[in-house]
């Protein structure tokens, strides 16, 4: 099948690769050997696959990787580029935001799109930035409390 | 520093938050090929012609392969831990839609996956069953033979049977029931159903596998990697060395993957190629693979004029779908906790797995326990309402006290049954007036206790090495999918060895280092290996002294394990290993009595209390309270042992309110998470999670299995509650908006049309 030449913003680089058009953003990361955005439900409902393109999150199972061209793509693995973990990240390990972690790094994307567009999120604000990212072993009242602690920070 | 009791984030945090968590889901091996299932269409037929034909002809497939390709490399490829009646993929019949029936192998799974679409198989097509009790009948027989796995002892009557669906049944009997029923003062019974629902994981089911040289190693997300290393040996004809099953954290598990799911096929097709194997299932065909038990249970209890229960008899049916799976331990294990936490002295009970034409069905966090207390705890509820009792005090008239024989015969002790109910009866205030709501909008409560014996006899075996520079490292075959087991081990090496947890290292599955252990299901792992961890690593502390001794050192004195290896070893060299296995003790049930007097190593108790909401015209129920609390025995991480709590507490309102297999000519019409609704963020309602700690004695540092015990109560107290608010009982789950309007519609004599 015919591929297309995609130029990136990968996490702060400029990329390059050619992919067929029917790939995902998912796929696409695989190829960079980045594994933190995770295909689960198939239809943009889990947020697993969560990936912020141009600073908004997207579900990368929907988001054909074509798309990306001329863009720029944030994934979770760029968040402690520097070695340190971002507030978020150090939130969600005080409050014990999770349990089996495989949904994890979507609900971190979420919280840093969140916290930069509300930094003093509302209740209502938290819940309707993270209804769209499930979590099956339950850890939602401590990842809103996780919320309500990197916001303070 | 007090290691056990500390409350240290779990030992992977980091590695959760970063996404660099390592899972099978990840993985990709040179020269490997991905699988596609081509699926049954049919839910019970006989195959007559599979045509691969034009998927082989697909650019990029690299290899189709069928039920008799897998022949070639297993002869008899028929697995399962109870019956060995599942076959790798489909020979002679299909017994549920869904059944895998061919595999496409690629490089790119697309292609695979496009090929898969156009296998074609001919059926002649038989009539098929779903429901449980019509399944009792044998005019439709989903399996041919019954094959059971010989394994347990209680199956060996039913091998070879012909003309039934009952896997297993189990009886048990104890007093008189029908004589107490006669003389008892009231007589009430009812009916339950639950409906069929899944664990969805969200890491779906994955495996691969690598052959070697004569050996063949499978990673995999499953939840016993030991048993998985014993039944594709098994199935090979060759000892367990040359298998080799390792398992890094799971993305969820929830019973879901236990025993073999997809690693007999893999393995399979790794022989066939080979290549390494990836079969990846996609949400939608999680739905095909593993649920829970429909289940159908009768209750009927002889209470006396004082308002103690005196008899109770109860018929369990469970539907165990085309594969019995762990179905037959579910109805005998369970079984016997049927009559509820109660101090009942005349109880029968039977209990029966049943084959249907469904998705097979298996354990998912409760082994069964769930659906139990949902009609035991809704039943008792009725009891009390019909006797004008307070449903809180009519359980604390009845429940069983310390000491007491529970209907197995089995004495209860470390069992914290009253303190829980103490607990949620005392966080709902509710001796305190209640608003009952006025208008539209009427307010209610319940309470709902269960309990569950553990699963037994059971085996885990613990590896505590520590280096020449001191530092230490714990072997275990416990998986960690979320439950937090590495962390909680790591305390009590630490505790034991006088370190801090977060320097004691986890080697995770990898049954070539990693000892045996039965599995990670149950809530066994913090008991069971917890015990053989704890016992590990005072041996090693033993031998520790030992060379300390032998270095020369004074007795009675505490050295730094570096100084102790420097001193006898001359440098920076040698180690010590501690290993234990741990086995309790236990009774298999009187195969005509079904009772024993060692029947569980510990017991479970875990409860509920709510209020809720509810809307007269539109039977919406919210829920506005929900009180969880657990008897954790002494919890070596309260944090983690909490988010337990609350975890699986939301994972059961999930199955109460909303999440439904549903089924159109044995089709599954809902496969997605757009159509089966799973609790999100906004369906969380206000809760509390109490840990009721009481001492295990011969638990870990007084410790016991907490994994299930937040499911046990949700379900029937919610119905209890809202019985409270409106008058109406729901005897079927979920409970869903339309079914409490159809209720409340149907008591006021204008019932809704069936649709």
């Known amino acids: ?153 | 520093m007090k290691q056990v009791g500390r409350e240290l984030p779990r030992l992977e945090v980091r590695a959760k938050v970063t996404g660099r968590a390592d899972y099978v889901h990840n993985l990709r091996l040179p020269g490997m090929l991905f699988g596609k299932i081509a699926r049954a269409t049919v839910p019970h037929g006989r195959v007559r012609n599979i045509d691969v034909g034009a998927a082989k002809k697909v650019t990029g497939v690299d290899r189709v392969v069928i039920g008799d390709d897998i022949r070639k490399v297993i002869p008899e490829p028929y697995y399962g831990p109870a019956f060995h009646d599942q076959p790798i993929l489909a020979l002679d019949k299909v017994h549920h839609i869904g059944e895998p029936v061919a595999v496409v192998l690629a490089r790119d799974p697309a292609v695979a996956e496009r090929a898969a679409q156009t296998i074609a198989v001919d059926y002649d097509e038989l009539p098929a069953v779903y429901d449980e009790v019509a399944a009792m009948q044998p005019e439709i027989v989903v399996h041919d033979v019954l094959k059971p796995a010989g394994t347990f002892a209680d199956l060996k009557h039913h091998k070879g049977r012909t003309g039934t669906n009952v896997a297993l049944d189990y009886h048990l009997r104890r007093g008189d029931v029908d004589a107490a029923m006669a003389r008892a003062a009231h007589v009430i019974a009812h009916t339950f159903r639950t409906q069929q629902c899944l664990h969805v994981p969200f890491e779906p089911f994955v495996a691969v596998a690598e052959p070697g040289d004569g050996t063949l190693t499978i990673y995999t997300s499953n939840q016993t990697p030991s048993f998985v290393r014993t039944e594709i040996a098994r199935l090979f004809g060759w000892p367990e060395n040359r298998v080799r099953v390792k398992v890094p954290f799971l993305g969820g598990g929830f019973g879901a993957k236990v025993y073999v799911k997809l690693e007999a096929l893999v393995a399979a097709l790794a022989m066939l190629t080979r290549r390494p194997v990836k079969v990846a299932l996609t949400m939608e065909e999680q739905f095909y693979m593993i649920t829970k038990h429909p289940t159908t249970f009768r209750i009927k209890s002889g209470v006396d004029a004082d308002g103690k229960v005196i008899a109770r008899a109860c018929e369990v049916f469970w539907n165990g779908g085309a594969y019995a799976d762990i179905g037959p331990r579910v109805t005998q294990k369970s079984g016997f906790t049927a009559p509820g936490p109660y101090d009942i002295d005349n109880i029968s009970v039977d209990s029966y797995a049943l084959y249907t034409n469904r998705t097979p069905a298996g354990a998912l966090r409760g082994f069964g326990i769930p659906q139990l207390v949902w009609a035991y705890e809704s039943h008792t509820d009725l009891l009390a309402r019909a006797l004008g009792a307070d449903p809180v005090a009519f359980r604390r008239k009845n429940i069983l006290r310390e000491g007491r024989p529970q209907a197995s015969g089995t004495a209860m002790h470390d069992a914290a049954i009253a303190e829980v109910l103490d607990t949620i009866a005392a966080r709902l205030d509710w001796d305190k007036p209640f608003d009952r709501g006025t208008g539209t909008v009427r307010r209610g409560r319940g309470v709902a206790i269960g309990f569950k014996a553990s699963i037994s006899p059971t085996t885990s075996v613990a590896i505590v090495n520590v280096g020449a520079d001191g530092s230490t490292t714990l072997y275990t075959s416990t998986v960690d999918m979320g439950q937090g087991s590495d962390t909680a081990f790591a305390q009590i090496v630490a505790e034991v060895l006088d370190l801090d947890a977060e320097a004691v290292r986890i080697v995770h599955p990898d049954t070539d280092v990693t000892p045996y252990d039965m599995g990670t299901l149950g809530s066994r792992s913090l008991f069971h290996m917890g015990n053989a961890v704890r016992l590990a690593a005072e041996e090693a502390r033993s031998k520790l002294r030992a060379l300390a001794a032998e270095a020369g050192f004074p007795e009675g004195t505490n050295y730094p394990p570096a100084e102790i290896f420097k001193k006898r070893y001359g440098m920076q060299a040698g180690n010590v290993v501690g290993t234990a296995s741990f086995l309790p003790t236990y009774k298999s049930p009187d195969t005509h009595t079904g009772l024993s007097d060692n029947v569980t190593p510990f017991w479970m108790i875990g409860g509920a209390g709510v209020e809720v909401e509810v809307d007269t015209e539109t039977g919406a129920v919210r829920v506005t309270k929900l009180v969880n609390a657990a008897d954790c025995g002494k919890p070596i991480n309260p944090a983690v042992a909490r988010t337990q709590l609350s975890g699986a507490a939301i994972m059961q309102l999930g199955f109460t309110l909303s999440e439904d297999m549903r089924l159109d000519g044995g089709q599954v019409t809902n496969a997605s998470l757009a159509d089966y609704k799973i609790p999100g963020i906004r369906d969380i309602p206000p809760m509390q999670n109490e840990l009721v700690e009481a001492e295990q004695h011969s638990g870990p540092f007084g410790a016991k299995g907490l994994g299930e015990s937040g499911t046990f109560g949700v379900s029937p107290a919610i119905a209890n509650a809202i019985d409270d608010a409106v008058g109406v009982r729901i005897t079927s789950l979920p409970i869903t908006a339309e079914a409490v309007l159809r209720a409340l519609r149907a008591r006021d004599g204008k019932p809704l049309k069936d649709e």
């Open chain 1, 1 to 153: 099948m015919s591929t297309r030449t995609v130029n990136f913003t990968l996490n702060g680089q400029l990329v390059s690769t050619e992919i067929e058009p029917h790939r995902n953003l998912v796929e696409l990361l695989q190829r960079f050997d980045l594994f933190g955005a995770r295909e689960s439900c198939g239809q943009g409902l889990c947020g697993c696959c969560t990936v912020l393109v141009d600073d908004k999150a997207v579900s990368g199972c929907l988001y054909f990787g074509v798309w990306v061209d001329g863009k720029s793509v944030t994934t979770v693995e760029s968040l402690d580029a520097e070695g340190a973990l971002s507030i978020v990240q150090r939130a969600f390990i005080d409050c014990g935001a999770f349990q089996c972690g495989f949904c994890t790094p979507g609900f971190v994307l979420m919280v840093h799109q969140l916290l930069k567009e509300h930094p003093t999120p509302s209740d209502d604000d938290i819940l309707h930035y993270l209804s769209g990212n499930l979590c099956r072993c339950a850890a939602y009242p401590e990842i809103i409390e996780a919320v309500k602690v990197a916001a303070k920070r």
